[in-house]
């Protein structure tokens, strides 16, 4: 079983940032498709961006284009998502992703998610 853990989230107001980590397994980080989600209350989870196991591709949702980067650090066995420009309807649970099953939106493993709030 894998396990991955984020990290980063918390309150923020309008336009502010916060910066999403997930950890996991070096083996899995490092050679895995990562991504990441979220769900808001009373709706179902969405995607978010994804990257390849060696950074050549990466897709992001519409919602989120211009505003979120994804990235990975082999060194560390992470992957991050910086998030600028928050609105209030970013107000989610974040959970990483990773090995994708099909890409970019179906993955083996998952997070146990970190609060993001964004208050208007």
């Known amino acids: 079983q894998v396990q991955l853990v984020e990290s980063g989230g918390g309150s923020v107001q309008a336009g502010g940032s916060l910066r999403l980590s997930c950890a996991g397994p070096a083996r899995t980080i490092s050679t895995s498709a990562m991504a990441w989600f979220r769900q808001a209350p009373g709706k179902e989870r969405e995607f978010v961006a994804a990257?390849?196991?060696?950074?050549?591709?990466?897709v992001y949702a519409d919602s989120v284009k211009g505003r979120f980067t994804i990235a990975r650090k082999h060194a560390s066995a992470s992957v991050s998502l910086q998030m600028n420009s928050l609105r209030p309807e970013d107000t989610a649970v974040y959970y990483c992703?990773?090995?994708?099953?099909?890409?970019?939106?179906?993955?083996?493993?998952w997070g146990q998610g970190t609060q993001v709030t964004v208050s208007s």
């Open positions: 990257i390849t196991w060696n950074g050549d591709r990466i």
């Open positions: 992703a990773a090995e994708a099953r099909s890409w970019p939106d179906e993955y083996n493993y």
